[in-house]
C-alpha cells in the first residue's frame, strides 16, 4: 500500500458522451470523502465545477490524476504528468480503452481505495523521441506508444536507414516505419504485423509498415538501445514525410533529417487494482486467443 491521497487531479474527454456526468459525479464522490480536486478552468466550465483550477497538472502538486476518456486522453496525460512522477488512474469512456483501468462505476467504487493509496503502481517504459536537422536537434517528444515515421497519402514508399548503437542495421523501403514501447505494441504496431509484447518486457519494438520485400519482419530490441533513423534523400516526397508520437504529436520530416529514438529517463506510473489483467484486456477487448 502506498501514501494516502489528499490532492487528484482530473483531465477529461469532454468530447465523450459520458463525460460530464461521470466527472461532476468523481468530482463530488472525491469531494465528499475529504480529499482535494485540481482541473483544468476548461474543465471547470464546462462541468459547472467548484473547485480548485490550475493551467498545468505537472506543476499543481496533484498526489495522483485521474483520466477520464479513452486511450488517446491517457496517452496525453501520460506525456504531461510522467517526468513528475504522478501516477495516473484511467476511466474508460471510451469505444476501446485498453489503457484505462476500468468503467466509471467500478472504479468510483474503488474511491476509499484510491484515497487510501491501496493499490499498486505498475511502470511503463516511455520514449525519448528527437529529431534532427543540419546537425542540430530541433525537437524532442516523449510518448508511452510509439513513434511513426511514414507519409500521410501513402503515394510512395519511403526510405528509412535505420542504425542501432551505432550499427547499422537495415535500409527500410516500406509505408513507414513504427518504434513502440511494450504498451504501444497494441496498437498501430500490432496492426502493422508486430508482435504483442507484456506491459513489463523491457524491449523496444521496431516494425515495418507494408516493407517491400518479404524478408523484413519486426525486431525486438534491448530498451537501452539507442535507434537512430535516417531519411534517405532524394527519393522522399517531403511534403507528406512526418514523424509522429502516440498519434498525437507530428512534425514535417525532410530528406537529411535523422530521428534518434531511445529509452526516456522517466515512466508512466498507472495505478493497477488488479481488477483486469493484461491478458483479460487481450481478450476482451482485442478478442486475442479467440477460438469461437
Known sequence: MGRP?????????????????????????????????????????????????????????????????????????????APVGTPLLGVDLGGFGFLAEEEPSRVLAEIERVLAGDFRIEERLMLSVRLHRDGEMRREFIGLNDAVLATGSFRRLVRLNLRVNDEHVAQFAADGLIISTPTGSTAYSLSAGGPILGPDVEALLITAICAHTLSTRPLVVRADSMLHVAVEPPRQFEEDLALTVDGQETVKLAAGDSVIVSRANYRARLVDFGLRTFYDKLRTKLRWGDVR
Open 5 to 81: 491521497i489528499d490532492r487528484v487531479g482530473i483531465v477529461t474527454a469532454l468530447h465523450k458522451p459520458r463525460a460530464r456526468e461521470a466527472t461532476r459525479r468523481a468530482v463530488a464522490m472525491l469531494r465528499q470523502a475529504g480529499a482535494e480536486v485540481i482541473v483544468a478552468a476548461e474543465l471547470a466550465e464546462a462541468c459547472d465545477l467548484d473547485c480548485e483550477q490550475c493551467d498545468d497538472l505537472a506543476s499543481a502538486g496533484s498526489d495522483l490524476v485521474m483520466v477520464m476518456g479513452g486511450d488517446g486522453t491517457f496517452l496525453a496525460a501520460a506525456r504531461l504528468v
